[in-house]
């Protein structure tokens, strides 16, 4: 019996896709700056990317009170359990159309692959790239006639944390869209995103979760 | 109800962020505000000169217009005579050094080379009169040019090869009544053709900044602000202040844009930040020798070719001169991309007679200081000029030929065109050894370039230097510059993980397709 189920909440979904949207704006006019693409134009990319940069800013903001006074910061909290069966599932069950081994619901939404790579992402790789970005951004350089704040000799360093975080987050934008797919049909993960409902239903036999 | 609430607060902070980005501060900088003070200050001079009766007489030298100018300014001879315009000459500290007097007399160029020995001819750019080829002239104030400076009627001239005088042809008086402000013709009758014609040695000083447009010159436009040199090179007691790291060392008296524009003089606060590292010339003089070609290179060892016995002359394309019998070969260019190194307003130099260590190199006969490093240091444009030039292989010094005599056979280049007598005869004037051995060497002369600055529209866009090939700042390495630099381990491992990735993703995803499909084949559901 499947069914249809509110998952995704109305600020969960504005907060995806503004986030989504944002990475990949910042991603294109961060690697114009970076010299490999060139599509706005450098001075452009640097405004542009400064902006986006502040918008993201504000929006992590209000999505970390988010998932703190809804307690949804919990989905993210890594498990062992059934780790292997999930990825058992990734390389040989899915060719065989064999069943999700762990049951997608309320309170539980993520399998726990999901909940590794999205918890590196929230406590490494994010954090990475936006400390990195403002450092980017408030550095000053050593002067004799001032003192300031943030004082940095060189670039260097911040420059290529910069880069490394972003071609992590270009690698996870990519799996992640392709992962997108391998719900309970190709376009059912991409529909709960966009509508919030999702037909959860069981009507096959599951191995137990708890939750 | 609550939705509605936390869209709009949402919004609100967005919106706040956006005006703080977006908007332009709308009043005026303040640094404007006192360059329009500045420039209304009225400059007429505060009497008549042609109704002193002191200027009528009639005047049958120019020491006589000079002693006339005393008889009343009676302290500004001192004034002047102290001056490094007098003197050719600076006390200079230089790092490795100590304290120098560095001036004309022992320092070397790579165009004409030196001035020792050839003073009669040099004089004609030098502030006195009656120098010779023994001794500028500097130890009587009758001997002061006051008139090169202060002529207002634009016909003064001093004459070729007098020791500075003038020629005897001017109205002495007429000029003497017509004094006053120094204005751009004064200045640019020496400075704009230092090296023997127009715009050799500086590239952005030359003829057409007599009258220039504000294309070539935003200050200087005479369809604009048409400032001229002493508005900038603000003067005190006969010091003018600016000069050129060709011949002075120390980081003091330097003219800079900041003391009009102050140092952060941008709206947008990126730029600003730049202003810690990088000139104002350096992204707003975006090419020089807008006009007429300035020399960028100049072989001397092809000197002294001789057509039936004669010297002569070939012109290039722009009518520049490509070979000279009595100076070599030359190169120039026109509307010329500057190159850029970090200077932190003190120079090095080399003086005649310091020995060359290695001559693998070319010599750098002014280096400028600085380095990413050192807090003091900014990025300049500069113009460089190479040469080839005369060298004592045994001795290991850069040799300061004989080149101007009045006739043949006084050892001069210019008249004889024999290196060995010219070589041997201007460095017994320098004093220094020679071992009758002749080569040449590479040497390069730094030329901060200044002048010809461009509308606020019209300067160095960010991406010609922040760009992975091509960028202006090719040259300089010793930092990381983003949209130039890259760490080649991060780049390629990062691409390796984009390409893996995505290869995965079609090769998993083809699997699934094909898997699919054979079920579908095979009737599974």
Redesign the interface.
Known sequence: MKAKIYVYRSFERFWHWTQAILIIFLGLSGFEIHGSLNFFGFENAVNYHNFAAYLLLVLIVFAIFWHFTTGEWKQYIPTKELILAQLNYYLFGIFRNAPHPTKKDVLSKLNPLQKLVYFALKIMIIPLTVASGLFYIFYRYPHSSEIAALNIESLRTIALLHTVGAFMLVTFLIAHLYLMTTGETPTSNLKAMLTGYEELGHDHQQPENKN | MR?IF?ILG?GL??YM??LN?FSDRIHEPSWRISIREKLKKDKAPAADHSRFSQLQQPFTSPQQVTEACLSCHNQTHLEVMHSNHWNWEREEYIEGRGIVYIGKKNILNNFCIGVRGNEESCAKCHIGYGSTNDNLNIEEARNIDCLVCHDNTDTYTKANEQGGNPQNTLDLNLIAQHIGRPGRANCGVCHFYGGGGNNVKHGDLEMAMFEPSKETDIHMGTDGLNLVCVDCHLTEKHTISGKMYSLSSMNRNRVTCEQCHSETPHVDE?LN?HT??VSCQACHIPEYAKVNSTKTHWDWSTAGRLKDGKPFHEEDSLGNHAYMSIKGSFKWGRNLEPEYVWFNGTASHYLSGDVIADTSQPVILNTLNGS??D??SKIIPVKIHRAVQPFDPVNQILIQPKLYAEAVGDSAFWKDFDWQTASRAGMHDMQLPYSGEISFIKTEMYWPVNHMVSAAGNTV???DC???DNSRMAGLND?????????EP??L??KL??IS??L??IG??S??II??MN?KKRG??
Not at chain 2, 479 to 484: K, N, Q
């Open positions: 939705k936390s949402f902070v967005i962020i956006a980005i990126i930040e810690l590292k990413y490093q807090q003091e866009a960010c991406a922040h760009q992975r930092f990381y510059m983003p949209g130039r630099d890259y760490s991060i780049e491992g990062g993980l984009l990735t995505l995965g993703v998993h995803g699997l699934r898997m699919t079920r599974e559901k």
